[in-house]
């Protein structure tokens, strides 16, 4: 454990002594339209899930609106699937089954894992062990394997896939929030606001979860394009959401067959995915270099 | 050193234990009765009973699960309800195809992430930075199958250079099966052309998982590289006069390598959990294409029997990393040791 005497607080989170300007300014000049553009993404595609009918007029199911296997043009933007529906709105439709998926997940795993990570990290002693262990276990086997057995056993469907993955995410969320708690609680203001006499819970939510938003901010952004690649893998298994919901990962698969005839059937549900991990992941990182302090870091 | 290999070892049984113990509580997870699953759904009902009496699901669950490691360590591992053929039989049928992809793209991946991880960490400037970053965003936004999707779209589809996927051409006639590697196949058989063709089918799918591991390889090379540049044996081999390429290979590299292996094998974990969708796009007929399948008639046997294979190799490659990294650094065997 590192020893803390340079001062009372070299590090501590500079989410109480910055305005918003300031930490704009301190986030460099790419970072910052990297920032923006990926705020923008997230932003349509947010609407997109919430509301599809605004980004897409036409009926993602309505059959031989256009030619079978029609080529992107002015009225199909994105072109007709074999069924001659509109592609462009199965796309868009799409959104709300990958999203919601990918955020659930994120969310579950990442709550249970930041749980069992603090406790273990704050009680010690046997049951930190045994926590331990057990995410231990988890890590050190391909989670992805694990989650494609245990969503075909409960079953296709959207429910299937968040369980299954939300049971594999977990302990790296436990492991990251244990490590940081080990290191917080020999803290000078967590040891003092124990001497004091605040209790388990208060210090846990006032004096430690306070300095690990950095962290687990950048965690969170980078998993919730992971989370969609790992939907998508699933989906294109044919597990995960079923037709004629249009998740991308089950839109790129059923494409595939006309990779000869169709390329916008490949094309289109592949860049939505990676338009999405690019930018959740650039929005991250703008975010941690705004919270980044002047002397070079919020970060454990 | 005596103590951590027996340590690692007892860990690595505890994992192969518990992948046991999940995929036994995931064939009792499924709906219905275990019997009907692992006889195949098209069993007669006097199988299906003999298969509950000798599953000996009438008893408790502790002597079930006991019966059913030792079903595993006899290999049994139930009928595929579709191929109707034990799920061994299967394996071994769809297994030399994926070992000789994974073989092969693994090899090429470690030869050019370390190539260019060391070239990147002495040629520091536009070219190498642009060749990295390039890399990261393919490997690390594009999800693997949608990579394998697109260069079928390029390669085969718009350009026509490469075949779109299978291991031969529909028309031609596989070679005489002896090892079930297409490569060792054609080449036994003397039958060039084939070979040729071999080779054609295997770009694509080999290309693909390169690519989408090359980043993460190249960037830990390229670190691990530039971290031993600065040791002073390095300018102590300069100083004798030796070559930047010798310095390289004879010494830098040595030392450099050791963390690259262990993230070997947890790549290689990786690998395991995709090789299915890069399958399944190039129609590779590996167990990646039979676990497709079993999953699309949701055959429970061979999806569970594929679950634990993987696994387990998953679980002894990185427990062999493990040991190869002690071999490979003496200083880690007497800190161990101590």
Known sequence: ?300 | MGWYLIRRTAWAILLLWFISLFTFILLHLIPGNPAIILAGLNAKPQEVHALYIQLGLNKPLPVQYYKYVVDLLRLNLGMSAVTRDPVTTDLERYLPPTIELVVLSFTIYVILAVTLGAWSATHKGRLSEAVIRLGSVVGSGMPVFWLAALLQLVFFAHLGWLPEGGQYDISTQAPPDVTGFSLIDTALAGQWGKFLQAVDHLVLPVAAIVLAMLAVGLRSTRASVLQELQRPYVRTAKAKGDTEFRIMTVHVLKNALNPVISLLGVQFGYVLGWIALVETVFGWPGIGLYLFNSLQSLDYAPILAITLLTSAVFVVVNLLADLMYLVLDPRLRDRQGA
Not at chain 1, 164 to 171: F, N, Y
């Open chain 1, 1 to 300: 454990m590192k020893e803390n005497l340079s001062g009372i607080e070299p590090d501590s989170p500079d989410v109480h002594d910055s305005t918003i300007p300031k930490r704009w300014s301190r986030a460099g000049r790419s970072e910052r339209t990297l920032l923006i553009f990926g705020v923008i993404v997230i932003a349509v595609f947010v609407i997109a899930a919430v509301d599809p009918h605004l980004l897409a007029p036409q009926s993602p199911d309505a059959l031989y609106v256009g030619p079978p296997l029609g080529a992107p043009t002015a009225q199909h933007w994105l072109g007709t699937d074999e069924l001659g529906r509109d592609f462009y709105a199965r796309v868009v439709y799409g959104a709300r089954p990958s999203l919601t998926m990918s955020v659930l997940i994120v969310a579950i795993g990442g709550a249970f894992g930041m749980a069992v990570g603090l406790i273990a990290g704050f009680v010690g002693g046997w049951l930190d062990g045994v926590l331990m262990r057990f995410v231990d276990l988890f890590l050190a086997l391909p989670g992805f394997v694990l989650a494609l057995a245990l969503a075909a056993v409960l079953g296709r469907g959207e429910r299937s896939v968040v369980i299954a993955l939300s049971i594999v995410w977990w302990p790296s969320y436990a492991r990251l929030v244990r490590g940081m708690v080990l290191e917080l609680k020999h803290r000078l203001h967590v040891e003092a606001a124990r001497a004091l006499g605040a209790s388990g819970p208060h210090v846990i939510v006032k004096d430690i979860l306070p300095f690990m938003w950095t962290q687990i901010n950048a965690r969170v952004s980078q998993d919730l394009g992971y989370a969609l690649v790992n939907v998508a893998g699933l989906g294109f298994l044919g597990l995960g959401a079923q037709p004629p919901a249009s998740e991308w990962g089950s839109l790129l698969e059923s494409g595939l067959q006309y990779i000869a005839t169709g390329w916008w059937l490949t094309l289109f549900p592949g860049i939505a995915i990676t338009l999405w991990t690019v930018a959740v992941s650039m929005v991250g990182d703008g975010i941690s270099a705004m919270t980044r302090s002047e002397q070079g870091g919020s970060r454990l």
